[in-house]
T-cell receptor
Framework: DAGVIQSPRHEVTEMGQEVTLRCKPI?????LFWYRQTMMRGLELLIY????????DSGMPEDRFSAKMPNASFSTLKIQPSEPRDSAVYFC????????????FGPGTRLTVL | AQKITQTQPGMFVQEKEAVTLDCTYD???????LFWYKQPSSGEMIFLIY??????QNATEGRYSLNFQKARKSANLVISASQLGDSAMYFC????????????FGRGTSLIVHP
């Protein structure tokens, strides 16, 4: 079974541009999580969905960030406009029946905003 | 609120020896889950082991075991017979109602295994 799939794996863009990160969770998983990892702040949860519905987006840093999950097999994280401080590795993770089950992480998207 | 503390930013171990990575947590929840993940230099996060707060026995998964001391609020990861491929960052995490079931991760410990 394929794991969590993220695309692109690397993204380099210029400040002010729109960036869209994509995630395909493991089939059958009903929770999807978006994380951001930086050296300064470690691993931060941005938002998570349950059955395609956003449950908690309190970790989203500001209005420039938005996330959607139009169906059970696809989610996007969009940054518009992007800024250099958004440079980080963004992980998508999914799991089944939530809270006390381990999360399966995607390979991450390394974003560089120049 | 819940908090995870990993006090060892870096650890070194000789190949084939055992190593313990420390993790302490703080929560007022009676029920919670503790996890360990490995992040090698390639960047992916790999689940290693899970311990539930009501589990009577310490969790084990192959060479990984979790030394769970509930009264001390510690959940240390023990890796036996270290291998060169164990060199990575290791993250401790917890989930509980007090954190609205949002996982809280520690800052991680970098483990280097010497030949």
């Amino acid at each position: 079974d394929a794991g969590v799939i993220q695309s692109p794996r690397h993204e380099v863009t210029e400040m002010g541009q729109e960036v869209t990160l994509r995630c395909k969770p493991i089939s059958g998983h009903d929770y999807l999580f978006w994380y951001r990892q930086t050296m300064m702040r470690g691993l931060e949860l941005l938002i998570y969905f349950n059955n395609n519905v956003p449950i908690d987006d309190s970790g989203m840093p500001e209005d420039r960030f938005s996330a959607k999950m139009p169906n059970a097999s696809f989610s996007t994280l969009k940054i518009q406009p992007s800024e250099p401080r958004d440079s980080a590795v963004y992980f998508c993770a999914s799991n089944n029946r939530g809270h006390y089950n381990e999360q399966f992480f995607g390979p991450g998207t390394r974003l560089t905003v120049l | 609120a819940q908090k995870i503390t990993q006090t060892q930013p870096g650890m070194f171990v000789q190949e084939k020896e055992a190593v313990t990575l420390d993790c302490t947590y703080d929560t007022s929840d009676p029920s919670y889950g503790l996890f360990w993940y490995k992040q090698p230099s390639s960047g992916e996060m790999i689940f290693l082991i899970y311990q539930g707060s009501y589990d009577q026995q310490n969790a084990t998964e192959g060479r990984y075991s979790l030394n769970f001391q509930k009264a001390r609020k510690s959940a240390n990861l023990v890796i036996s017979a270290s291998q060169l491929g164990d060199s990575a960052m290791y993250f401790c995490a917890m989930v509980g109602a007090g954190g609205s079931y949002i996982p809280t991760f520690g800052r991680g410990t970098s483990l280097i295994v010497h030949p």
